[in-house]
Nanobody, 128 residues
Framework: QVHLAESGGGLVQAGGSLRLSCAAS????????MGWFRQAPGKEREFVAV????????DYTESTKGRFAISRDDGKNTVYLQMNSLKSEDTAVYYC?????????????????????WGQGTQVTVSS
C-alpha cells in the first residue's frame, strides 16, 4: 500500500503562485507515475498533470499548460506541483495520486481509474 499526504494549499490572490507537495510512504515511490487531479465545487474531478516513473515525460491539461509544472524528488518520496499565474477558475480541492502503470500514451493518465492510490486533498482558493 501507498499512503499519500498533500500540503501547500491555501488562499492566494489572482496572478500569484503556490507550490503543492505530496509526500508518499509505503511501497517504493520511484515505481509509480505520479499525478495531480482537482475538483471544483459542483464539478467532477479532473486531470491536471502527471509525471512518469523516469520523470522524462510530463503532461498537463490544456488550461494549465505554461502555468503549472510537475516535478518529483524520489529521494524525498515527494511530488510537487508549482502553480503560477493562478486564476479564479483554478480554485478547487487538489488531489495527489499514484499509478502503477508505466505508459507513454498521450492520454493514458487522463483517466482517474488508472491511478491506484489517492491523497485526502488540499484546498486551493484563488481570490480576485
Amino acid at each position: 500500500q501507498v499512503h499519500l499526504a498533500e500540503s501547500g494549499g491555501g488562499l492566494v490572490q489572482a496572478g500569484g503562485s503556490l507550490r503543492l507537495s505530496c509526500a508518499a510512504s509505503g511501497r517504493t515511490f520511484s515505481s509509480y507515475a505520479m499525478g495531480w487531479f482537482r475538483q471544483a465545487p459542483g464539478k467532477e474531478r479532473e486531470f491536471v498533470a502527471v509525471i512518469t516513473w523516469s520523470g522524462v515525460r510530463t503532461d498537463y491539461t490544456e488550461s494549465t499548460k505554461g502555468r503549472f509544472a510537475i516535478s518529483r524528488d524520489d529521494g524525498k518520496n515527494t511530488v510537487y506541483l508549482q502553480m503560477n499565474s493562478l486564476k479564479s477558475e483554478d480554485t478547487a480541492v487538489y488531489y495527489c495520486a499514484a499509478s502503477q502503470y508505466n505508459s507513454y500514451s498521450k492520454n493514458f493518465y487522463y483517466d482517474e481509474r488508472k491511478f491506484d492510490y489517492w491523497g485526502q486533498g488540499t484546498q486551493v482558493t484563488v481570490s480576485s
